[in-house]
Nanobody, 124 residues
């Protein structure tokens, strides 16, 4: 089973940018749909973005045009580039892996591995 370790969270002012990284262990990284979820205090965890293969992506409406997900299968790494950040983007961000080659399972919270989470705080 793949293990995930995130990095890159922190404090940023509104309008700023951050890049999150998630490194996966194991030799089957390319077979997973990878995603980023977030959970703000008092709210449910929500899917922010996902990527399958190298170029097929999914974004929540709230982040379209501001966030970009990408992956480097040679480095077993998935990234989330976040720009034009807003205070409402503040949350713990979790990397997630879901077996398969469609977005169906990850959109329906069928997750095979979670990272430990990294905190993003956007100040106004």
């Amino acid at each position: 089973q793949v293990q995930l370790v995130e990095s890159g969270g922190g404090l940023v002012q509104a309008g700023g940018s951050l890049r999150l990284s998630c490194v996966a262990s194991g030799r089957t990284f390319s077979s997973y749909v990878m995603g980023w979820f977030r959970q703000a205090p008092g709210k449910e965890r929500e899917l922010v973005a996902a990527i399958r293969g190298g170029t097929s992506t999914y974004y929540a409406d709230s982040v379209k045009g501001r966030f970009t997900i990408s992956r480097d299968n040679a480095k077993n790494t998935v990234y989330l580039q976040m720009s034009s950040l807003k205070p409402e983007d503040s949350a713990v961000y979790y990397c997630a892996a879901s077996v398969g080659n469609t977005f169906y399972r990850i959109v329906n919270n069928a997750i095979d591995a979670w990272g430990q989470g990294t905190l993003v705080t956007v100040s106004s």
